[in-house]
């Protein structure tokens, strides 16, 4: 992927990202909910992260997720919610 970029003075014109950075890997895995499962597509850093938490508070990845899901706002979906929480425990360890 190639990006225009502005030119000043002497830099060159083009900048090419794939050569800058890696894009995520993306992994499903299905959910099981409260009267339902959920097929969850999140990127591997976010799923390792969800591991790790479960990990951490010895506590299963479906009732952490059962959790994110009972306590988001029905117009914020789950892949989101999960994500916010993730980042948001790192963030609070982090505080500590």
């Not at 794939?18 to 894009?23: K, P, S």
């Amino acid at each position: 992927m190639f990006i225009q970029k502005k030119a000043t003075g002497r830099m060159p014109g083009i900048i090419d990202l794939d050569a800058l950075m890696t894009w995520p890997t993306v992994t499903s895995r299905t959910i099981p909910l409260p009267g339902r499962s959920a097929r969850v597509r999140l990127e591997t850093a976010v799923w390792h992260g969800l591991d790790d938490i479960a990990r951490k508070e010895r506590r299963p990845l479906q009732e952490l997720c059962r959790d994110v899901d009972a306590s988001r706002p029905s117009n914020t979906p789950l892949t989101s919610a999960i994500r916010n929480y993730v980042l948001d425990y790192y963030r609070q360890a982090e505080a500590r």
